[in-house]
T-cell receptor, first 117, second 111 residues
Framework: GAVVSQHPSRVICKSGTSVKIECRSLDFQATTMFWYRQFPKQSLMLMATSNEGSKATYEQGVEKDKFLINHASLTLSTLTVTSAHPEDSSFYIC?????????????FGDGTRLSIL | DAKTTQPPSMDCAEGRAANLPCNHSTISGNEYVYWYRQIHSQGPQYIIHGLKNNETNEMASLIITEDRKSSTLILPHATLRDTAVYYCIVRVQGYGNKLVFGAGTILRVKS
């Protein structure tokens, strides 16, 4: 089945550091990928839609200068949390779908747990 | 906002069928019903989806009412590894359309 790989799985870093998270579709091409954030005991919240070759579309309340998204190829999207602070500590998850039928399911990576000290 | 309503939690005995309900009374004609589950500290796992016909795969069955206002996900023989948060999501058909997650149902399978 479709596989989405996310790296790294866990990051611990100091406040003020910028952190890059990668999301790869391993066996299909994805012109669109999605980035979510999940705080403890809460559901997934969509942050942005990543579009290959164009700017990402951010959800209301998500700072685009804080969360930089680059989708440079059909199999890779990156999320960079710039100047991270403790309140950015969260579980970040990406998803992607292959092009095909109109009802293709999205497949998710295993997430990146970000801890800012 | 999520367009579905699910019970916050359910218990199920191991080996029994788990029936998870979902209400989506405002669903539109071009929206599919998707089910995902999330085991602790992992990304969501796709289970099944459907438009109006009942669907079955190796993981589960999806029963959609004729008026499409509600559906039920059935895990035929629940195991302890099925303990997870189950999300019912309606999504407009078409590539690149986003999934909006609600609170989901915490299913606890007990021995």
């Amino acid at each position: 089945g479709a596989v989405v790989s996310q790296h790294p799985s866990r990051v611990i870093c100091k406040s003020g550091t910028s952190v890059k998270i990668e999301c790869r579709s391993l066996d299909f091409q994805a012109t669109t990928m999605f980035w979510y954030r999940q705080f403890p005991k809460q559901s997934l919240m969509l942050m942005a839609t990543s579009n290959e070759g164009s700017k990402a579309t951010y959800e209301q309340g998500v700072e685009k200068d804080k969360f930089l998204i680059n989708h440079a190829s059909l199999t890779l999207s990156t999320l960079t949390v710039t100047s991270a602070h403790p309140e950015d500590s969260s579980f970040y998850i990406c998803s992607a779908e292959g092009q095909g039928s109109l009802s293709q399911p999205q497949h998710f990576g295993d997430g990146t747990r970000l801890s800012i000290l | 906002d999520a367009k579905t309503t699910q019970p916050p939690s359910m218990d199920c005995a191991e080996g029994r069928a788990a029936n998870l309900p979902c209400n989506h009374s405002t669903i539109s004609g071009n929206e599919y019903v998707y089910w995902y589950r999330q085991i602790h500290s992992q990304g969501p796992q796709y289970i099944i989806h459907g438009l109006k016909n009942n669907e079955t795969n190796e993981m589960a069955s999806l029963i959609i009412t004729e008026d499409r206002k509600s559906s039920t996900l059935i895990l035929p023989h629940a195991t302890l590894r099925d303990t997870a948060v189950y999300y019912c999501i309606v999504r407009v058909q078409g590539y690149g359309n986003k999934l909006v997650f609600g609170a989901g149902t915490i299913l606890r399978v007990k021995s």
